[in-house]
């Protein structure tokens, strides 16, 4: 991997190349961003977490940076398959150390049609691992299911580990819920393992973004 993004292993992998934590970051090569982002009409903007209502960092507030149309590009490596041709919109968070989250929303055409990219999101973030191994022989790459949670029409919790040959360790945790017509993607990153890995927390504030959809 030429370059870390210390951002978030869902992403991490992404874009932003693992830096932060890329536990789904983006490994060497990682192709960025080229879609050309479409803005959502006001209307059908949900609203977005809140810098409070991030996992608790330690010794570091969050602070939230602007709702952009978009993808950002730390989801970008374990998502780009299932995300062309659809609105969307995204926003950052960072801490003052090497931690940050994005949340990404997508506002479609029907229930049924939220219901099949939920689907198609989760099982994007289920092979990512497997997918950032075979981009990159130099990364290990370990995901791990935390399960659903009974808010609206559903969310589903995971985790990614990600080490890499010269030492970089990071951990991710990465999140799809629906409201309706509305799906959405938080994810969480920073320097460490699973055993750094704020799950319960991490649940919590995806409850609270499925919740704030609408």
């Known amino acids: 991997m030429a370059k870390r993004t210390r951002a978030v292993a869902l992403t991490a992998l992404a874009a932003a190349s693992l830096a932060v934590g890329t536990a ?8 960025p961003n080229a879609s ?3 803005k959502v009409a006001a209307k059908s903007t949900p609203k977005f977490l809140s810098a409070s209502q991030l996992p608790p960092h330690p010794s570091s507030a969050w602070t939230a940076g602007k709702v952009t149309p978009g ?16 609105d969307s919109s995204y926003r950052d968070f960072r801490t003052e150390l090497e931690t940050s989250a994005q949340q990404l929303t997508i506002v ?8 099949a990219l939920a689907t198609r999101l989760n099982k994007e973030i289920r092979s990512c691992a497997a997918r950032a191994e075979q981009a990159n022989p130099d990364v290990e790459a370990t995901m791990k299911d935390y399960g659903t949670l009974p808010v609206e029409e559903g969310a589903h919790v995971y985790g990614m580990h990600t080490n890499t040959s010269w030492g970089a360790t990071d951990i991710n945790l990465s999140s799809v819920g629906r409201d309706g017509r509305t799906v959405t993607v938080v994810n969480w990153g920073q320097m ?19 919740n704030k959809l609408y």
Do not use: R
């Open 71 to 86: 993808v950002p590009d730390e989801l970008w490596f374990c998502l780009q398959d299932a995300l062309p041709g659809y």
């Open 36 to 38: 050309a982002p479409v």
């Open 108 to 115: 479609v055409g029907s229930n049924a049609k939220a219901k």
């Open 192 to 210: 460490g393992d699973f055993s750094d890995a704020p799950v319960k927390a991490f649940k919590k504030t995806t409850t609270t973004a499925v």
């Open 24 to 31: 789904l970051a983006g490994p060497a090569g990682a192709t």
